[in-house]
């Protein structure tokens, strides 16, 4: 559900909280200032649910730089992983499925018209891998850590599938 969804589901659930029918509505409903205070608040609901898409439209614009940001995550896993290689086994069909990965990102990118200009410094983690302890705690967190980015690219992926370019600036 993404985010424009929800605040409308809360807005439409404070509604249905606020309609119940209060415990002595017979006393508040006669007052003429209560009923004025309802109508204002009804008013300024409406007026909220109405504005939410038009500040959405024009604040929100995350397509391009998730791509990019997904660009460099991919590129530490790739020099992470390759770093773990040169001392272990195994580790080869992940990078040459991270590679294409990028190559996809990439070809998003480009179809798109995004830039891809997102800054990366490759990490020098081969210095760090004195024994084979700092070894297997690296390979188990870099791991760890590409298990959680490819799940956060999935939901990325699922966001961007609904995108609407009139959405954009």
């Given at each position: 559900m993404?985010?424009?969804?929800f605040l409308?589901?809360?807005?439409c659930l404070a509604l249905l909280v606020l309609s119940a029918p209060l415990q002595d509505s017979r006393l508040t409903l006669a007052d003429p200032e209560f009923k004025l205070a309802v109508v204002r608040s009804n008013t300024l609901v409406e007026k909220i649910l109405e504005d939410i898409p038009?500040?959405?439209?024009?604040?929100?614009?995350?397509?391009?730089n998730s791509l990019s940001r997904m660009s460099v995550g991919i590129k530490l896993h790739q020099d992470l992983l390759g770093a773990l290689a040169a001392r272990l086994e195994g580790l080869d069909d992940l990078r040459a499925?991270?590679?294409d990965l990028l190559t996809q990102i990439n070809k998003m990118q480009e179809?798109?018209?995004w830039s891809?200009?997102?800054?990366?410094?490759?990490?020098d983690i081969a210095a760090h891998l004195h024994g084979d302890y700092e070894l297997?705690?690296?390979?188990?967190?870099?791991?760890?850590?590409?298990?959680?980015?490819?799940?956060?690219?999935?939901?990325s992926m699922r966001n961007i599938s609904v995108y609407r370019p009139q959405e954009q600036r």
């Open positions: 993404n985010l424009l969804h409308a589901l809360q807005c038009v500040v959405h439209k024009n604040t929100i614009h995350s397509t391009e499925d991270l590679r179809l798109g018209r891809s200009d997102e800054p990366y410094q490759s990490p297997q705690v690296a390979t188990h967190l870099t791991l760890t850590q590409l298990r959680a980015f490819c799940q956060d690219i999935v939901r």
